[in-house]
């Protein structure tokens, strides 16, 4: 009993400690939820789950899309032959179905053809997919399941599978750029706001404060310094990308490196805001990855944005990471030119120069 009183004590500061520290409470038991909250609408299943189907459009697509409609896990999208690499890359469809022009005169909804004219010339569709999609192989059989039972259910319709594997259309093409806009974002952030409020926790800037210095200063060192590994993480990453997995750069490697540049200094506009009041590295800790989650979970590093409710995409689309992301898969898969990212170039510009004035405003060296 004796040595069980000082364990106790020390017991009861340690946590008393905890509760006094509002960001590590934050993000022990409140960011979780935020995070479960995101996934949830993200991936929300409204009773049975649907997945979405792409149909080019065609003079035989409405018949199709009354068959496929009949199943109410389907969802059906009529898309342009031009929209089809980038909504089977980004997983917005799992499966794209290209028919031919005669297939419309096969199949009928709800009657279906007879199938004992045997001059009728043969009906085809094209099946498109990324075999390493999850699910994407089951949804074709549910498909082509409905479309032979709509024309009869003897298989009359002929079909062929393409799997999108071709370079710049499959999954792995549209991660590599979220993944660098998620590397670039974490460093940007984790290298400014640990270095300046570990400084401040070993009361190092407040023997900086004595110095003629100015703050405007001492914060853009860290913007200038941070820059110097960009060319690095871009040329490490995409290069081991195209090794291992054949990743292709469509667009000028100038433009991905600009970018890279501007989505760097832009982000690390917000590292010095997280820095800016933290007194301790729990703190500045709990505030980064309060900045960084929710934007790797928003901003379609790992899955597009599109799985969330509509009215949620156009918020999503002013975050940094959303427009760098976006940006840059337009640069590297779809080989467009700097100059034609006007609007995201527009939110990185801004997000890095309100950040960093405000960060400014707000800095203190105590």
């Excluded at 899309?65 to 980038?86: F, G, Y």
Aim: charge should be positive.
């Amino acid at each position: 009993m004796a040595g069980a009183s000082p364990l106790l004590a020390l017991s009861s500061a340690r946590i008393k400690e905890f509760f006094r520290e509002p960001g590590v409470v934050f993000w022990t038991f409140g960011f979780p939820l935020l995070i479960t909250v995101a996934l949830g609408i993200a991936f929300r299943a409204e009773g049975r789950p649907r997945a979405a189907v792409g149909l080019i459009e065609s003079p035989a697509a409405p018949a199709l899309a009354a068959a496929l409609r009949a199943d109410a896990s389907l969802v059906v999208r009529l898309l342009p032959a031009e929209q089809v690499a980038a909504c089977l890359r980004a997983g917005e469809v799992l499966l794209v179905i290209e028919p031919s022009e005669k297939i419309a005169a096969d199949v009928r909804v709800p009657v279906p053809v007879a199938l004992s004219d045997r001059s009728r010339p043969p009906v085809s569709v094209v099946y498109r997919f990324d075999p390493a999609r999850p699910d994407a192989l089951a949804i074709r059989r549910q498909v082509d399941d409905l479309i032979q039972g709509a024309a009869g259910r003897s298989n009359p319709v002929t079909t062929r599978d393409e799997t999108a594997m071709a370079r710049g259309s499959r999954y792995i093409d549209w991660l590599v750029p979220g993944l660098l806009g998620m590397q670039l974002l974490s460093g940007a952030l984790w290298g400014t706001a640990y270095t300046i409020v570990n400084a401040r926790q070993r009361k190092l800037l407040k023997r900086l404060a004595a110095t003629p210095m100015r703050r405007r200063h001492y914060l853009l060192s860290f913007r200038v310094s941070g820059l110097l590994f960009v060319p690095l993480q871009v040329l490490v990453l995409f290069a081991f990308a195209r090794l291992t997995f054949g990743v292709t750069t469509y667009g000028s490697p100038v433009a991905v490196l600009v970018l890279s540049l501007l989505g760097s200094w832009s982000f690390a506009g917000l590292g010095l805001l997280c820095a800016s009041r933290a007194r301790n590295n729990e703190t500045a800790n709990g505030l980064v990855n309060l900045v960084t989650l929710p934007m790797f979970m928003l901003s379609g590093v790992f899955f597009s944005s599109a799985r969330f409710p509509a009215f949620l995409r156009p918020v999503i689309g002013l975050l940094p990471l959303t427009a760098f992301n976006d940006a840059l898969r337009h640069i590297v898969n779809d080989g467009a030119s700097f100059f034609a990212q006007g609007r995201s170039l527009m939110v990185l510009v801004i997000w890095g120069v309100v950040s960093a004035a405000v960060a400014l405003r707000l800095f203190r060296w105590v």
